[in-house]
């Protein structure tokens, strides 16, 4: 007895298709993915108006930027929401960093790439990926981990002394994610 070519799945008028987020952020080392009206804008780690102008459209305001001294001189601006900091080079505004501390700013969720949020747990993030970066207390458990690592050639590792790593990191407190920030290197001081 021969098989017969089954059509693919489809999605019928009686079989609901999956649900998705409205709206939602994914951060990887790349890129700030927002997704709203059935859209996703991919907006590049190297576009600090274009992530300001979305955390704008998330939370329906602009903070003022504030100039911070003695950041290696290298003039860097923080905008600060309650539960996003970006900082941007004053002088070019392709250099961008962004730390989230909370699981969704108003109403919209922020995840990395590989699916870890603020809250999720230790055992989570490793699952997905993520090693251990720092012991900031020394307890001999990191308190912040690497998720996403991507070599960046022509880098040189601080860490290492081979080539650099760029990495979403994620600060774990009391085994939980606290804070997601990206995108951080191992080959500079900031």
Partial sequence: MRARPVAPFAPTASTPAQPSPAREVVLSVEAFAYTHDDVTETISLDDGPGILAALEEITGHAPPAVELDGWYDRGLVEYEWP????????????????????????????????????????????????????????????????????????????????????????????????????????????
């Fill in 83 to 190: 539960e996003v900091r970006v900082l941007m080079s004053v002088e070019d505004q392709s250099q961008v960093w962004i730390t989230v501390s909370a699981p969704e700013i108003d109403g919209v969720p922020f995840r990395t790439a590989e699916g870890i949020a603020v809250g999720s747990t230790r055992a989570d993030a490793v699952a997905a990926g993520a090693v251990d970066l720092w012991d900031e207390d020394q307890d001999g458990i990191a308190d912040h981990l690497q998720l996403g690592r991507h070599e960046v050639p022509g880098t040189t590792s601080l860490v290492t002394g081979e080539i650099g790593i760029l990495f979403v990191e994620l600060a774990v407190e009391d085994d939980v994610v606290s804070r997601i920030s990206a995108p951080m290197n191992d080959f500079s001081d900031i």
